[in-house]
């Protein structure tokens, strides 16, 4: 099993102009505050991967959008140290990440896992990503949380029925855009389902939607209803 092990004597060299590497990261830096921006990890035959505290003296608190590059015939665990703070959307850098579990820093003051490896804020009441690799086929939303972020289930594969709680008031734009979920059924607590929210879940068989929502996206349910979805049964508002 490869382990990634980071050597912070390393020498550092100029990706762009405005880049360094080291090792696997590519980084950018802000002089000012000595804190550092991960936009790029080389993920290629990884098992792990430990985002560090710091690089050289720079304070790691920021990570780019789809910030994992590269191709592994294995999902990879990936831990987030405590000083990325809540400037970073990590529903962005994560995006179709090939992550088998999160594990953030339990010292963290932003975020927070649980024992699927999804990622959280720290009161556990917004989602914010699921690992790629997820392995079961169903989830419960955990009671409490209210808001589900854009691409948050976005593409899970393995990802079949989903049951949410009655606290969630919100389900994001992507939030389970091509999604392989099998029933939707929303609670009456939700009051706004954004653009594209279920797009393109062709595996869809049933769609249930409260008559107290607010705010339903017109393409929330795009390509869910149309004939490539040969086994949509019923919509009941």
Do not use: H, M
Not at 96 to 108: G, I, P, Q, R, T
Not at 191 to 217: C, D, Q, R, W
Request: aromatic share 14%.
């Amino acid at each position: 099993v490869l382990c990634l092990l980071i050597s912070f004597g390393a020498v550092f060299t100029a990706f762009a102009a405005d880049e360094l590497t080291e090792g696997i990261f590519t980084y950018t830096v802000n002089d000012t505050t000595k804190t550092a921006t991960i936009t790029q990890i080389r993920t290629t035959d990884l098992s792990e991967i430990r985002i560090p505290e710091t690089i050289d003296e720079y304070v790691v608190t920021k990570l780019g959008s789809k910030v994992c590059v590269g191709s592994n015939s294995e999902p990879y665990n990936i831990y987030i140290p405590k000083t990325i703070n809540n400037t970073c959307s990590l529903n962005y850098a994560f995006l179709y990440n090939k992550a088998k579990s999160f594990f953030v820093d339990s010292e963290n003051p932003y975020y927070s896992n649980d024992e699927y490896g999804i990622i959280y804020d720290k009161d556990k009441t917004k989602i914010f990503v699921c690992p790629y690799s997820f392995e079961n086929s169903e989830f419960t939303v955990p009671y409490g949380v209210t808001f589900i972020d854009w691409y948050a289930f976005s593409k899970i594969p393995n990802l079949k029925k989903i049951s949410f709680p009655d606290t969630l008031k919100t389900i994001c734009n992507q939030a389970f855009s091509y999604s392989r979920l099998e029933s939707v059924s929303i609670p009456e607590s939700v009051t706004y389902v954004g653009s594209n929210a279920f797009i393109s879940s062709t595996k869809l068989k049933e769609i249930e939607i409260p008559g107290t929502l607010e705010e339903l996206s017109g393409s929330a349910f795009s390509d869910c209803c149309s004939r490539r979805n040969n086994s949509l049964k019923s919509v009941r508002l």
